[in-house]
C-alpha cells in the first residue's frame, strides 16, 4: 500500500482549498496559521509540504521570498505554475532538508498539516532549527489528540453511523477505555478520493518536549475554534468544534 501520495489527488485537492471545499482548513485551520504570522516582509521563508502552494500564495502576499517543498512532484508543478513568484523544490522532508542549509538561513519556517508525517520528528525539528537564523520562527499546525487518539465506534443497528469517543466506563475494578490521549500513535486513513494517509498523533507534551530538545523556546500555542462565520456556512462543524478541538497550533522561536 502506497501512503501519503498525493500526486494522484494533487489537482483535485488544490481545486478544493481553491473554493472552499474543506471546512476545518478554512474555517479553522488557516486563519488560525496566519493569525499567528510574524510580519515576514523581505524575510526568508520555508514552507514544509507544501502541497500546491496555497499557503505559499499567502505568504507571496505578506511580501515574505518562499521556497515551498513536497515530495509530490505533481503538486510542485501545480504550485510551480500558479505561483511564478514563489521558488519550489520536490524535496522528502524527511531524508533531503539539509540540502537547503545553502537556501537560507530562514526567518521562518511553516508547515501547515505536514510534520506529523514524519518519521523522525525529532531528526526533523533539529534541522529545522539549524536552517533557521537565530531568533527565527517555527511555525506548524497538526491534528489534535482529542481528534485522533479517541477511538471510532459503528453503531451495530447504523453502519454508515459512527461516533469518535475518548474517555472510560468503570464498574469497581473493572473499566472499559474508549481511545488513547497520552500514547504517540501511528495512524493509517482512507479517503474516498483513494488518498491513504499514514501520520502521527502526539500528545501536546510530547510535541513541547521534542520542540525543547531540539532547542526551541515555544511562544504561542493554540487549540483554536472555528472562525465566527462558520456557524452560519457548517453548523455541524461549528458545534463540535467550538466545544471539542480539532487541531493545534505551535509558534516557537529559535535559541
Avoid at 11 to 17: D, G, L, P, S
Avoid at 94 to 118: K, N, R, T
Avoid at 129 to 137: I, S
Avoid at 142 to 166: F, N, Y
Wanted: proline share 6%.
Amino acid at each position: 500500500m502506497l501512503f501519503n501520495n498525493y500526486d494522484d489527488v494533487a489537482i483535485k485537492r488544490a481545486r478544493e482549498f481553491a473554493t472552499g471545499g474543506n471546512a476545518n482548513h478554512e474555517f479553522i485551520e488557516k486563519p488560525t496559521m496566519y493569525g499567528l504570522l510574524p510580519p515576514v516582509k523581505g524575510k526568508k521563508v520555508l514552507c514544509i509540504g507544501c502541497g500546491t502552494g496555497e499557503e505559499c500564495a499567502e505568504l507571496v502576499r505578506r511580501g515574505a521570498a518562499v521556497l515551498g517543498i513536497d515530495n509530490s512532484q505533481v503538486s510542485i508543478t501545480y504550485a510551480q505554475e500558479h505561483i511564478p513568484e514563489a521558488r519550489f523544490k520536490v524535496i522528502d522532508m524527511d531524508s533531503g532538508l539539509e540540502a537547503l542549509v545553502d537556501d537560507g538561513p530562514f526567518y521562518l519556517i511553516y508547515a501547515g498539516l505536514s510534520l506529523h508525517y514524519s518519521d523522525d520528528l525529532a531528526k526533523l525539528l533539529k534541522t529545522c532549527r539549524e536552517l533557521l537564523e537565530p531568533g527565527g520562527h517555527l511555525q506548524f499546525s497538526t491534528g489534535h489528540p482529542v481528534k485522533w487518539a479517541s477511538e471510532t465506534v459503528r453503531d451495530q443497528h447504523d453502519i454508515g453511523k459512527k461516533s469518535h469517543r475518548m474517555g472510560y466506563v468503570r464498574n469497581g475494578n473493572d473499566v472499559e477505555v474508549w481511545g488513547n490521549y497520552l500514547q504517540t500513535k501511528v495512524h493509517i486513513h482512507k479517503y474516498p478520493d483513494g488518498l491513504v494517509q499514514r501520520f502521527w498523533s502526539r500528545p501536546p507534551s510530547a510535541l513541547f518536549a521534542l520542540l525543547n530538545q531540539a532547542g526551541f523556546t515555544v511562544t504561542d500555542f493554540l487549540e483554536p475554534a472555528p472562525v465566527p462565520e462558520a456557524e452560519h456556512v457548517d453548523p455541524a462543524l461549528w458545534g463540535v468544534y467550538t466545544k471539542l478541538p480539532c487541531f493545534m497550533m505551535f509558534k516557537a522561536r529559535a535559541a
